[in-house]
């Protein structure tokens, strides 16, 4: 109850405090995020991909294209928890993937970017993949969002609800037309919302495994049932930006595309090393395109290092909402989007996979720090799945070596010192389940931390 009083105060005092500043304020920008469900980074036409993506290679033709965006984890929850709150998952309570059995979500006393907005008068919807909690309380609805259509978690979970708002209007979800229909409703939710500034949260569904495709993409890509899907995606965005053209509202509306994590079974990651679960490159960035035209340079293509969980202080610093009473992890990125910058100072990303952190990436390098001894999906070696310190530490200059293949630790030792120094002043901030977790980590010895694996070279 104190929690819900706490976040209710918060918002309360946010309006008011805002109610007088907006009589007569220019309106705030319209908001669209497309957030696909394992993309890899290398699954788009304009990151290299065969697959045909004519709409989303006008997204960056027309805005902005980033090379070094890092989703804030390798698997969906977490991810999606940082997207929406600009902090890490370990700091919110959602280090690990929500199931249908689960009774908890994403901490009530955590706000939502929808719940930052709504002071500001803006109207909010959620489209497609929630997977922060699928009882009533955690649902969109319940956290800032005016209407909710889509599955609450993953299409390969049992069972598979398809909801509007909190009710269940088909189950299990025919999935080959979900792209189609959760077009439908972005398309009537900005017809409808043309006259007030909008918020809105597409989440497809794919290309997450099982995969689908409506009638009309089926068999159309030469690269199989996984070109299709992304191809209908790509159909998808170019109904939206369609629409907020034909709406007279392209100058007013930022969009940005991304995915929450890399690749899984299928799809490509590019040359990056690593998959999705894996905190690897591959694992971790993704695409991520923005468009605001008038205001986003065209046809820019960027690589200074950015975050998912940059989008929610980006967006409160456009909107002119009150900052959330918790500090963010993100940082404003809109220097980099309006071409006023090239790079950003901004303190190490940290990698986590679930409680665990196992990488820093500071500018160009990546330092591995731990790594379990068995890949995400796989089975569990005797002894359970743990995570084991990489000792002596991995470092990667990935402008130079993208795929992580060269570890140029021996000859960077300042560089390796720097971003211990940071890991450990950053660690120091965190809940005490992960400091826990991390000092545990640091002080485990005597098991390999891949298995099978050759002993490391002496010196």
Known sequence: MKDTLTRRSFLGAAAASLAPALRGAPRPPNLVVIFCDDLGYGDLHCYGSSIRTPNLDRMAAEGMRFMQH?????????????????????????????????????????????????????????????????????????????????????????????????????????????????????????????????????????????????????????LGLYGDVVEEIDWSVGEVLNALGQL??????????????????????????????????????????????????????SQALTSMMDVVPTFLKLAGAAPPPKPLDGIDIWPLLSGQRQELEREALLYFDN????????????????????????????GGRQNFPVDPPELYDLLNDPDESYDVAPENPKIVAEIQSRIERLMAGFPEPIRKAYHETKTRGGAPYTPGALPRPQA
């Open 355 to 382: 409680i665990h952190l196992q990488c820093a990436r500071w500018g160009r390098w990546k330092l591995h720090v731990a790594r379990y001894n068995t890949f995400a999906f796989s089975p569990a070696p005797p």
């Open 70 to 222: 890092i989703s804030a984890n390798p698997v969906c929850s977490p991810s999606r928890a940082s997207l929406l709150t600009g902090r890490y998952p370990t700091r919110v309570g959602v280090p690990r993937v929500l199931n249908p059995k689960d009774t908890t979500g994403l901490p009530k006393d955590e706000l939502t970017l929808a719940e930052l907005l709504k002071p500001l008068g803006y109207k909010t919807m959620c489209i497609g993949k929630w997977h922060l909690g699928h009882l009533p309380e955690y649902l969109p609805t319940s956290r800032g969002f005016d209407e909710y259509f889509g599955i609450p978690y993953s299409n390969d979970m049992k069972p598979t609800p398809l909801l509007h708002n909190t009710r269940t209007v088909e189950e299990p979800a025919r999935q080959d037309t979900l792209t189609q229909r959760y077009t439908e409703h972005a398309l009537r939710f900005l017809r409808q919302s043309k006259d007030s500034p909008f918020f809105l949260y597409f989440a497809h569904t794919f290309p997450h495994i099982p995969l689908y495709a409506s009638e009309r993409f089926r068999g159309r890509s030469p």
């Open 248 to 301: 007279g509202l392209e100058e007013r509306t930022l969009v940005l595309f991304s995915s929450d994590n890399g690749p899984w079974y299928q799809g490509s990651p590019g040359r990056l090393r690593g998959r999705k679960g894996s905190t690897w490159e591959g694992g971790v960035r993704v695409p991520f395109l923005a468009r605001w035209p008038g205001r986003i340079p065209r046809a820019r293509v």
